[in-house]
């Protein structure tokens, strides 16, 4: 018999990898699997299943949104390239009807975006009720690349840590659930996707020159996202570390997370707005 999602997960997802404040990001282990007993063969099983259950979820907060609820759901990704954040998207959001999704990436500012505050593309892009957002880099760029590329004065950035989380706790009083994922991948295993890139000519379109400069500063990339962690995981927007050189890890993983931010908004289905009974007669009468 197959085993449960409960003999395969030692510690459930939400807990092994939530972060605690202090941890040392830069002994992390890449490659581990934290909370997970079974094997990659059991992990993609057990992503089916939750595949399923994330649809109906999905489902039921869509309905909820076209009957007046204000419940929404916001996945946030952060990663570094080649950490897989296209693969999540494609993976694991995948898994449930578009329709109910509003994607959004985010790259370097436009002339327009540059007009205005950084939140204020951000803003926009949120989910509206019923939806499930996904943000592919995001608001955290701010406290990442803008640092790390020195883009802003060093007291400016500093200031947007506490924005931040004032923004994070507005957004989730609104109703909107946030579960924030940085993948890691290791200096190892980004050589290797991007070497692959460069080796594949249907890969070319994905690599990007920059990307090599971002490797080089790879040290002063862990230090703002120990920082970022450190600062900005809250009661309300907490972030989860996802190991990501396994590939079949990390969407298990952040399978699970979305799942259990659904399965949290409690929602049933809403109950119909005419008479179910009267309704069949006049169908039976046509
Ligand atoms: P990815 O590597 O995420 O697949 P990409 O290479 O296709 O992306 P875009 O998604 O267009 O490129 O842009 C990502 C780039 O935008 C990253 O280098 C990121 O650091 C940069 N970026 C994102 N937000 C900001 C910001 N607020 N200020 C400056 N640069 C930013």
Redesign the pocket.
């Known amino acids: 018999m197959a085993k449960t999602p409960e003999q395969l997960w030692k510690t459930p997802a939400d807990e092994a990898l939530r972060w605690v404040r202090g941890t040392d990001l830069s002994a992390l282990d890449q490659a581990a699997t934290p909370g997970w007993r079974g094997s990659r063969a059991e992990g993609e099983e057990l992503m089916a299943v939750r595949g399923h259950e994330l649809a109906d979820l999905q489902e039921r907060l869509f309905a909820h949104g076209r009957t007046g609820g204000d419940r929404s759901v916001l996945l946030v990704l952060q990663g570094l390239?080649t950490s897989g954040?296209?693969g999540i998207v494609q993976h694991v959001v995948g898994m449930v009807d578009p329709q109910g999704v509003m994607h959004r990436?985010?790259?370097?500012?436009t002339e327009e975006e540059r007009e205005h505050g950084?939140l204020w593309r951000i803003r926009n892009a949120l989910p509206v009720p019923g939806y499930v957002g996904v943000f592919?880099?995001s608001h955290h760029?701010?406290v990442l690349?803008?640092r790390v590329n020195r883009?802003e004065p060093v007291k400016t950035w500093r200031r947007h840590y506490r924005e931040l989380n004032e923004f994070e706790a507005e957004v989730a009083a609104s109703g909107t659930a946030i579960v924030k994922v940085a993948l890691v991948v290791s200096a190892d295993e980004q050589k290797k996707r991007l070497a692959k890139r460069l080796d594949r000519p249907d890969k070319h379109w994905k690599y990007?020159p920059?990307d090599i400069d971002?490797r080089l500063k790879l040290p002063e990339y862990v230090a703002a996202y120990q920082e970022m962690l450190d600062r900005t995981s809250t009661k309300e927007a907490p972030w989860y570390v996802v190991p990501a050189d396994r590939k079949w890890y990390s969407r298990l993983a952040v399978t699970e997370l979305l799942t259990g931010a659904l399965r949290s908004l409690d929602l049933g289905w809403p109950p119909a707005s005419f008479d179910v009974a009267a309704e069949k007669a006049r169908l039976a009468a046509t």
């Not at 990436?105 to 500012?109: H, I, K, Q, R, S």
């Open positions: 390239d954040k296209g990436g985010f790259g370097v500012p950084y592919d880099r760029e701010q690349v803008v883009l990007n920059n971002v």
